[in-house]
């Protein structure tokens, strides 16, 4: 290239000095190329560049899409294809969690709330407080498994509500432990019957605590005919799992049956609802 003359005038000088601009970036960015960010990259974890080839071989994958998100799809598919019995309770939980935990694996939260309460009906019927001890439950994912508790409630209701209850005896039952048999403190229920037996309401009397519930028969009584009821079911939970009547359940029931004879209530039953079993007081002889 011809020495430069100095003159700013110069049409020849002015075309020397754009071929070294581009010369020099030319050369700049070479040396990027070969020493900085893409050195680093080609230098880096093998596995950062199989999985860009990956996403890049894959319509639509984006850059950010989280690990578990091929797990989540497999999962949901899994569960509409085969149904409920396909999955595990673990799983069952996993599906419950991805609403409320979007971008972050579920799988390690399920199993600690599991491990913490036992089963899936364990983990659904937990209080709101011991479900917020566990680390990550925060309030949607309270919320999330609650929701579905009182979706389970209102199903088991419904196939039970306005029904003859000797004939629908086993949805009852369902309905019964679906409503009690995970809760850690007593709750007393009772269901009113109209003269054909049909269930015309279900009613929370009491709560107690672990192994008490105070119950007084002259408010059930009362309840029964404001609402014009016929017939009674009594029924309370034993948060310990074993239905057994104690003796200050008999001698409860007894003082219902009286107070309900005497205004021509007839007590068709006093069931207690076990963590796997439930006690006909009829059953039994007790009634």
Same mark, same amino acid.
């Given at each position: 290239?011809?020495?430069?003359?100095?003159?700013?005038? =110069?049409?020849? =000088?002015?075309?020397?000095?754009?071929?070294?601009?581009?010369?020099?970036?030319?050369?700049?960015?070479?040396?990027?190329?070969?020493?900085?960010?893409?050195?680093?990259? %080609?230098?880096?974890?093998?596995?950062?560049?199989?999985?860009?080839?990956?996403?890049?071989?894959?319509? *639509?994958?984006?850059?950010?899409?989280?690990?578990? !998100?091929?797990?989540?799809?497999?999962?949901?598919?899994?569960? $509409?294809?085969?149904?409920?019995?396909?999955?595990?309770?673990?799983?069952?939980?996993?599906?419950?969690?991805?609403?409320?935990?979007?971008?972050?694996?579920?799988?390690?939260?399920?199993?600690?709330? $599991?491990?913490?309460? *036992?089963?899936?009906?364990?983990?659904?019927?937990?209080?709101?407080?011991?479900?917020?001890?566990?680390?990550?439950?925060?309030?949607?994912?309270?919320?999330?498994?609650?929701?579905?508790?009182?979706?389970?409630?209102?199903?088991?209701?419904?196939?039970?509500?306005? @029904?003859?209850?000797?004939?629908?005896?086993?949805?009852?039952?369902?309905?019964?432990?679906?409503?009690?048999?995970?809760?850690?403190?007593?709750?007393? @229920?009772?269901?009113? $019957?109209?003269?054909?037996?049909?269930?015309?309401?279900?009613?929370?009397?009491?709560?107690?605590?672990?192994?008490?519930?105070?119950?007084?028969?002259?408010?059930?009584?009362?309840?029964?005919?404001?609402?014009?009821?016929?017939?009674?079911?009594?029924?309370?939970?034993?948060?310990?799992?074993?239905?057994?009547?104690?003796?200050?359940?008999?001698?409860?029931?007894?003082?219902?049956? @009286?107070?309900?004879?005497?205004?021509? $209530?007839?007590? !068709?039953? !006093?069931?207690?609802? %076990?963590?796997?079993?439930?006690?006909?007081?009829?059953?039994?002889?007790?009634?």
């Amino acid at each position: 290239m011809a020495r430069c003359c100095g003159d700013p005038r =110069c049409s020849a =000088c002015r075309r020397g000095r754009v071929a070294k601009r581009k010369i020099s970036r030319e050369n700049g960015f070479s040396d990027i190329h070969q020493s900085g960010l893409f050195a680093d990259a %080609g230098a880096g974890d093998e596995s950062t560049a199989v999985s860009g080839r990956a996403e890049a071989a894959s319509p *639509g994958a984006s850059p950010d899409a989280p690990h578990f !998100h091929q797990h989540r799809q497999r999962l949901r598919q899994r569960f $509409l294809s085969a149904g409920a019995g396909s999955v595990a309770d673990y799983e069952m939980l996993e599906l419950v969690l991805f609403r409320a935990i979007p971008r972050r694996d579920v799988k390690p939260l399920a199993k600690q709330l $599991l491990a913490r309460f *036992g089963d899936f009906n364990g983990v659904i019927s937990a209080p709101p407080a011991r479900l917020a001890e566990v680390a990550g439950a925060g309030e949607a994912v309270v919320c999330e498994l609650k929701i579905v508790e009182a979706a389970a409630h209102r199903l088991a209701r419904s196939r039970v509500m306005n @029904r003859h209850v000797i004939t629908s005896w086993a949805q009852l039952m369902d309905y019964c432990k679906t409503a009690m048999a995970h809760r850690e403190t007593e709750q007393f @229920r009772i269901l009113f $019957l109209d003269r054909k037996n049909a269930l015309i309401a279900d009613e929370e009397q009491a709560r107690g605590t672990v192994d008490h519930v105070p119950v007084y028969p002259r408010e059930v009584v009362k309840r029964a005919l404001e609402l014009n009821a016929s017939a009674l079911i009594l029924v309370h939970n034993h948060p310990s799992g074993d239905p057994t009547p104690s003796q200050a359940d008999i001698d409860m029931t007894r003082q219902i049956e @009286r107070a309900a004879k005497a205004v021509g $209530l007839v007590v !068709h039953d !006093h069931v207690v609802v %076990g963590m796997a079993r439930d006690a006909s007081f009829r059953a039994l002889g007790l009634l």
